[in-house]
């Protein structure tokens, strides 16, 4: 009974760099760091762990990546132990993005996220949860479709790529989700 109720949570990218934060970090004993005081070490804020990936070209290879400099922080020579990445490679929770595959690379770990999981889990959830307003954004939502904004030739169904029609039709589909909830 607790399997579904984490296939249905919402899929977020914070609750993605918290888990995978802690799975880089593991047992504390396995860190390597300068000491503080009384054998206290420190240690990377967890935010600063892992930075999700934003620009095109760079997701075509990762769309996680924890910088070499924030593994040098925890590991000796920046060398993640086995049991370290097998944890980060097989994460799992709630609203924690499915993980294909990674690598260490020079500069850093990668990560790829199993993006049709992803997708077959939003759409096997619904959308109800990702349409609940936000506590502090009540009200007013717009909805960017960046393939219907005025260029000089107007695009027709004859003149639209592939890539704009999908925005089409999921920006349509979005506007409908989003009127029948008020």
Not at 74 to 96: D, T
Not at 104 to 127: K, P, Q, Y
Not at 154 to 161: G, N, V
Request: glycine share 10%.
């Amino acid at each position: 009974m607790m399997e579904n109720i984490e296939e249905l949570s919402p899929l977020r990218i914070t609750a993605t760099v918290r888990a995978l934060s802690s799975a880089l970090r593991g047992k504390r004993e396995h860190v390597h760091g300068t000491s503080r005081g009384k054998g206290d070490r420190m240690f990377p804020e967890p935010e600063k762990l892992w930075f999700k990936e934003s620009s095109a070209k760079n997701l075509r290879n990762r769309d996680f990546l924890s910088p070499s400099t924030m593994l040098n922080t925890l590991y000796a020579g920046g060398k993640v132990p086995p049991a370290v990445m097998s944890r980060v490679l097989s994460l799992r929770g709630s609203g924690v993005l499915p993980v294909a595959g990674g690598e260490v690379m020079g500069e850093g770990l990668r990560l790829r996220v199993d993006r049709v999981a992803s997708f077959r889990a939003v759409l096997a959830g619904g959308t109800t949860e990702y349409l609940k307003p936000s506590s502090q954004m009540e009200g007013c939502v717009v909805l960017n479709c960046p393939a219907l904004h005025p260029k000089p030739n107007t695009p027709t169904p004859d003149t639209l790529s592939l890539g704009q029609l999908r925005t089409v039709l999921l920006a349509n589909h979005i506007g409908t989700l989003f009127r029948r909830k008020g």
